[in-house]
């Protein structure tokens, strides 16, 4: 015979001689409850099963924690407030209180108490009425187990149900228990589960709830009350009847020194105590409750339930602890800075986003809104606008233009000419031309570097007019992790309408999806989901199982070389020539803080609707986006203005107290890519030829000029710029439109010649003029910036409008 098999024989042998014992007087007690021989006998099949698993290893769990990255509780998740404790955890003087009101012989009987049994049948026949209960603390610990961990109306019926069946399932259970564990045990799992009313499932809620104050330090008077609570908690609640509460308190105490667990004086003295009710608060309690960062909290709680497979009852009856990846420091820098620039309620939002580069970990959602439902209060929000796609970000999409070209073998030097407006030979918009402009003055000669750093919109359109189609930037944005929050079928729409106004942002982009498109550079390469949670844990410190019995999937998902390293590493370079000093006519200069290797792009959408700055260093990739998500509203300023500045505030105690590492350098052979110098020329022919020798096609625009018709200009990339094979560059020649022919200069009256002077030859024609450059045109003005709107901003741009049509097939 096995051990189990043995406990089972123990277990009706105890049960038979009680029930022997017990005799007629045990069948009157139970005779109330008989709801059938037909359920009673279906009942006692299970007398000899084994015990359930929520009376061995699983009695209800404590509620569901979600912790910060530093171990900080943030809130909790729950429906009934458990937070169980250990024996030691438990005063004395309230376990003698509650055996002393609810099972005086607790430490006498095995569970089933025949004594207590019939003492309780005799005082209620002699009141007419139940006065007093017959089950142990056992049996009552059965009970509220069975019901408190009931899934379906079905088992809490079964729990209940007044029944001979149930009553001898239960009374075997209580029998099995105490074979099973000792009588600390058993009591500390009542004081555990017991309800006290205040929605305080076990004795420390309980102790917080009615004195604010754990389940150890609690006092005789303070212990007895809780006691007292046990039986009727609505009844006795003493903070809506104080008087029966009081006397239940004094009933409780009088037991105990009938009982010998304290004096007579000492109960007398403390039946004169007062309540001495001082409620603590109940525990934070979802997202709208959380204390640091309660965005982060509503995207780890739709993460859960929507990506892993969790529901909301099993986050608030399973007792997990759940491990999230919010960084409360940065978290709480972030929502100063945002609150410095934005007041709370503002009707422009501001959203500060970051997340760490090489892992896709959640760190920071700050927004000037408090997480709520109140509709009526402009402050408050439920929609997470640090995750919608809701406005464009103008300007920072011309990174995924430049790492695109980078990646076709384009340097970072790739030179192209344009005019402004720049008209477009590849878009088009609608039917009609489609054509942008700058906002300021910029050099018509920009290399990639700069045109990235100071903006220029015509040369990113000029640059997709150089890649053909639009398909490399947008499948460049999308393994770089842009569309992670968009719908799935954004990327081929903007591919197959070939909408160029793609380089300028136009998209309505997601904060955080923007902050982790960037961290895949920062990461030199190498793209991750954002993640919000490292561990999920169940009450037993287990990795916790989804609904397929597998443990959740919480690991990080990233793709190593989403991008090539060596385009990574050098755009992060040429990045940082936005925001570090020294650099003429940078638009992300406010986001610098001295010390540090920071890389980032400014971002202004269509009529200054939005604007967008994304900084990065190593270790943390951030956006900031500042619109009004309601309506169309000029938000004031550019990229470079608020947005960097909230960055920028955001980032300084965080760099400041952690330092910061070095960006990888750039990499040669993609700094230089497969161009080759444009040879320089003297004339229309010349230049042809020359440019078919060094592999380019070529084509002649005519460009107003103050030289004379035909006369060579130069070409677009210039002489000395950096042009990838059969790219088509432009030979610039004079249309003559502000040629202004000069007038010639008067001759003087000739001499009469001396007498006998013989008259002189005829004039020889003039020699042709020696072969050679013509004089390259004065180079127009240093971009200016545009008037500020704010003190100083950098030049920023606006992005050209509506995205324009496919054009017709060639």
Request: hydrophobic fraction near 40%; aromatic fraction near 6%; include cysteine.
């Amino acid at each position: 015979m096995d051990l189990r098999t043995d406990a089972r024989v123990r277990t009706l042998l105890k049960l038979a001689a009680t029930v022997v014992a017990a005799g007629a007087l045990v069948a009157a007690l139970l005779f109330p409850w008989v709801g059938g021989p037909a359920v009673a006998a279906q009942q006692s099949t299970g007398l000899l099963g084994d015990l359930p698993t929520e009376l061995t290893v699983d009695p209800p769990p404590p509620n569901t924690v979600l912790l910060a990255a530093n171990g900080e509780p943030i809130t909790y998740f729950y429906d009934e407030n458990r937070a169980p404790v250990a024996h030691d955890q438990i005063a004395e003087v309230m376990k003698h209180a509650m055996v002393a009101i609810e099972d005086a012989r607790f430490y006498e009987h095995h569970g089933l108490d025949v004594q207590g049994t019939v003492r309780a049948l005799v005082t209620n026949l002699a009141a007419g009425g139940v006065q007093e209960g017959g089950s142990t603390l056992t049996q009552q610990l059965v009970k509220q187990t069975l019901l408190q961990t009931a899934t379906t109306p079905e088992e809490r019926q079964a729990a209940t149900e007044q029944t001979v069946g149930r009553k001898l399932r239960e009374a075997r259970l209580a029998l099995a228990l105490e074979d099973s564990y000792s009588k600390d045990e058993i009591l500390t799992r009542y004081l555990n589960i017991v309800y006290f009313g205040q929605n305080a499932y076990g004795v420390q809620p309980a102790a917080r709830a009615f004195f604010g104050i754990d389940a150890a330090a609690l006092d005789l008077p303070q212990a007895a009350l809780l006691a007292g609570l046990a039986q009727s908690p609505t009844a006795d609640d003493p903070f809506t009847n104080p008087e029966a509460a009081t006397e239940r308190r004094n009933e409780v105490l009088s037991r105990m020194a009938e009982q010998g667990y304290v004096t007579v004086e000492q109960a007398t003295a403390a039946q004169a105590a007062p309540l001495g009710l001082a409620p603590a608060p109940a525990p934070r309690r979802g997202c709208v409750e959380a204390s640091v960062g309660p965005f982060v909290c509503d995207f780890v709680q739709r993460h859960l339930i929507q990506e892993l497979g969790l529901t909301q009852e099993d986050l608030e009856d399973n007792g997990y602890v759940i491990q999230t990846t919010l960084d409360v420091e940065l978290q709480r820098a972030g929502d100063a800075a945002v609150l410095d620039t934005l007041s709370m309620g503002d009707s422009l939002a501001g959203m500060f986003t970051a997340v760490e580069p090489g892992t896709g970990h959640l760190l920071a959602m700050s927004v000037n809104r408090v997480f709520g439902y109140d509709t009526e209060d402009p402050a408050q929000e439920s929609f997470n606008l640090n995750v919608a796609p809701s406005k464009g970000s103008g300007s920072t999409y011309k990174v995924f233009t430049a790492a695109a070209a980078l990646a076709r073998g384009y340097s970072s030097y790739y030179t192209l000419t344009t005019g402004d407006p720049y008209v477009s030979r590849v878009y088009r918009d609608g039917a009609g031309r489609y054509d942008v402009s700058n906002a300021g003055r910029y050099r018509s000669t920009l290399d990639l570097t700069t045109a990235l750093y100071q903006s220029s919109n015509t040369y990113f359109l000029a640059l997709e007019d150089a890649l053909g189609n639009v398909e490399e930037p947008v499948r460049m944005a999308e393994r770089m992790g842009l569309f992670q929050f968009n719908d799935p079928a954004l990327a081929q729409r903007i591919i197959d309408e070939n909408r160029g106004s793609f380089t300028f942002g136009a998209e309505a982009t997601s904060p955080l999806a923007l902050a982790s498109a960037y961290s895949t550079l920062a990461a030199s390469g190498t793209q991750c989901d954002v993640v919000p949670v490292t561990a999920v844990l169940d009450q037993h410190g287990e990795p916790a199982t989804g609904p397929d019995g597998e443990p959740l999937a919480v690991g990080d998902r990233c793709t190593p070389e989403a991008v090539a390293p060596g385009v990574a590493n050098t755009l992060n370079q040429m990045l940082r020539k936005d925001v570090e000093p020294g650099n003429p006519g940078q638009t992300g200069a406010r986001a610098y803080l001295p010390g540090h290797q920071i890389a980032g792009k400014t971002g202004t959408a269509q009529d200054n609707d939005s604007i967008a700055f994304v900084g990065y260093t190593p270790d943390v990739a951030a956006s900031v986006m500042v619109f009004n998500p309601k309506r169309k509203q000029n938000v004031g300023g550019f990229g470079g203005g608020k947005a960097a500045t909230v960055w920028r505030d955001a980032m300084a105690p965080i760099l400041e107290a952690r330092g910061s590492r070095e960006f990888p350098p750039a990499d040669e052979v993609v700094q230089n890519g497969n161009t080759r110098p444009v040879p320089g020329c003297s004339s229309v022919r010349v230049c042809q030829a020359k440019l078919i020798d060094a592999g380019f096609r070529h084509t002649t625009v005519r460009v107003d000029s103050a030289r004379p018709a035909g006369a060579l200009l130069g070409t677009s990339p210039p002489r000395g710029g950096r042009a990838v094979p059969d790219q088509v560059v432009s030979i610039l020649v004079s249309n003559g439109a502000d040629y202004v022919e000069p007038a010639p200069a008067p001759r003087p009256a000739p001499r009469p010649p001396p007498p006998d002077t013989p008259a002189p030859p005829p004039e020889a024609p003039a020699p042709p003029p020696p072969a050679g450059e013509p004089a390259p045109p004065p180079p127009p003005p240093a971009p200016a910036e545009p008037a500020p709107v704010e003190p100083a901003p950098p030049p920023a741009e606006p992005p050209p409008g509506p995205a324009p049509a496919a054009p017709p097939p060639a």
